[in-house]
């Protein structure tokens, strides 16, 4: 029995993909932001777990083109969702887990701003 939350719906928008969570959720996801967060080897992220803590700065892929999008999502088992590029990458995978921890709704946004860690 997994205590992962599942999607329950999809939707892709003109630059944001938003999945409303079997938990209730309504997570946002800006393509850009999607596509540069892609973890797979091609986009030159190794299952480094000393990187995980720092997940800025790693990333040296080419610039991303704004009008980046999925042009096809694909579910992998029960843990994940593939996605395909308008720019041709298409190996990437998104665990649901990982996808709940990089959600760019408002109230998590808002959530990392009241983060204690991060007081500026
Ligand atoms: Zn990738
Ligand atoms: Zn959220």
């Known amino acids: 029995m997994s205590h992962i939350a599942m999607p329950s719906a999809i939707s892709v928008h003109d630059r944001v993909l938003e ?5 209730g959720h309504h ?4 393509h850009r ?15 480094d777990l000393s990187s995980l803590v720092s997940p800025e700065g ?6 991303i083109s ?6 096809r999502l ?14 041709g990458h298409s190996t990437g995978v998104y665990t649901y887990e ?3 921890k990089i959600c760019q709704c408002s109230s998590c946004l808002k959530k990392k701003d009241n983060d ?3 007081s500026m």
């Open 19 to 23: 999945i409303d969570w079997s938990d």
């Open 27 to 30: 997570g946002s996801y800006p």
């Open 33 to 47: 932001f999607l596509r540069a967060k892609c973890l797979c080897a091609v986009c030159g992220s190794e299952p």
């Open 58 to 63: 790693k990333h040296k892929a080419p610039p």
């Open 66 to 71: 704004d009008d980046i999008k999925p042009v």
């Open 74 to 87: 694909g579910k992998v088992g029960n843990y994940g969702l593939s996605v395909q590029w308008s720019d």
């Open 98 to 100: 990982y996808l709940k």
């Open 116 to 118: 204690p860690t991060l």
